[in-house]
């Protein structure tokens, strides 16, 4: 029998509410990860059965501080926003790194992403400079997949993919009444998206459930078996350089930075931040959030 030590902890928490944010477990002792295997790193992401597992390995990367190998109950990705936070986090508390940190790299399958300490509980990462891509127009087969009627789709802006590590089809509503009703198709999302550059839909409303928040979000990825997603940070990047780019938030000047709710359809309401770092045109987003520990334990691999 082999004993696996991981700590849990939630992932963009609000404060308001005692129980939200999105759950990881991550699995930091490297020279015991060394000797699983990436099925049964599959398995344990299984069993835990959060958004996402980690499992901290050496780098091979010379300016990375560690390797973080991300699961969902699904699959292996190369990248997500709240493990890379959560981990970060992680290393400290479990003094992998010296408390006196402010920055380092992380080695993930998309390459070295930096992340920050702002404060003790709250954890930065830097996140690549945002594209633009394609553009999805038929309405009726995206209303289709969440069960909303095609008027509740926005025509001010477009249903777009974008990107700043993984990408994401942004999908504006008219209104945070739609979004709450919407009810996703996860078979019929993976059909209707199947040649698409992703099939991960992001729904997106000014509206929003406090009065300190810019957006109202919800996150499907049914192609990693993620139904829906709590706090999606590899998503915010993408969200915070759309909404400026199309300027929903009708501000007047650029680079402020863009409170993100999710979470709350799903009993896990979340806060999310995204800064667009760029005098001419975006350079990077900023993705931050607050950390909290939750629970430390043991996991028994035979």
Known sequence: MQILPYVQTSVFVDDRYPFGGNQLATFWNKK???????????????????SETTFIEESSM???TVKVRIFTPAKEIPFAGHPTLGTAFVLKHTK?????????NLELGIGAITVEYPSSDIVQMIQHGPKFLDEFSNRTAIAETVNLPVSTISTKYPMQYVSTGTPFLIIPLTSLKALQQAQPNGSLILQTLQNQLTKKIVLLSTETMNHDSDVHVRMFAPDVGVIEDPATGSAA???GAYVEQYNLLQRDTKGEPIFIEQGYE????????AKVIGKKEAEKVLVSGKVKLIAEGSFYVN
Do not use: D, H, Y
Request: charged share 20%; with cysteine.
């Open 237 to 239: 990047g993408p969200i």
């Open 96 to 104: 992998l790194v010296e408390s006196s940190i402010t920055k380092l």
């Open 266 to 273: 799903i009993r896990r309401p979340s806060q999310l931040i």
């Open 32 to 50: 015991e990860n060394a000797q699983i295997k990436t099925e049964t790193m599959q398995g344990i992401a299984l069993e835990m059965n959060f």
């Open 62 to 64: 010379k300016n990375c």
